[in-house]
């Protein structure tokens, strides 16, 4: 079993800065893909930014250049930075974690969710 602890959303002006983590624990081995989504109300989640084992990384068009997406892989966690913040950025965000187990068996993780409210 893995468990995903988001933290780091909130409210912020535009033009603002947030960052978010996303620590993973448990019966875990290896973590593969690292990534964050965002789902705003009446739309379909899609991904923000996604980071490989190598830490290639990759971004939605709407975010470039503003989002920054890490990995600390002795601590098991991803971050975003965001910058530069706009009311469209408003949503849910969540992390998506892909890896090993013990034994080899690949797990694909998801976090609960937290809540980024970009308003003046």
């Known amino acids: 079993q893995v468990q995903l602890v988001e933290s780091g959303g909130g409210l912020v002006q535009p033009g603002g800065s947030l960052r978010l983590s996303c620590a993973a624990s448990?019966?875990?081995?290896?973590?593969?893909?690292m990534g964050w989504y965002r789902q705003a109300p009446g739309k379909q989640r899609e991904l923000v930014a996604g980071i490989s084992s190598g830490s290639r990384t990759n971004y939605a068009d709407s975010v470039k250049g503003r989002f920054t997406i890490s990995r600390d892989n002795v601590k098991n966690t991803v971050y975003l930075q965001m910058n530069s913040l706009k009311p469209e950025d408003t949503a849910v965000y969540y992390c998506?974690?892909?890896?090993?187990?013990?034994?080899?068996?690949?797990?694909?993780?998801w976090g609960q969710g937290t809540q980024v409210t970009v308003s003046s």
């Open positions: 998506n974690i892909e890896g090993l187990g013990p034994g080899g068996w690949k797990f694909d993780y």
């Open positions: 448990g019966s875990i081995v290896s973590i593969n893909a």
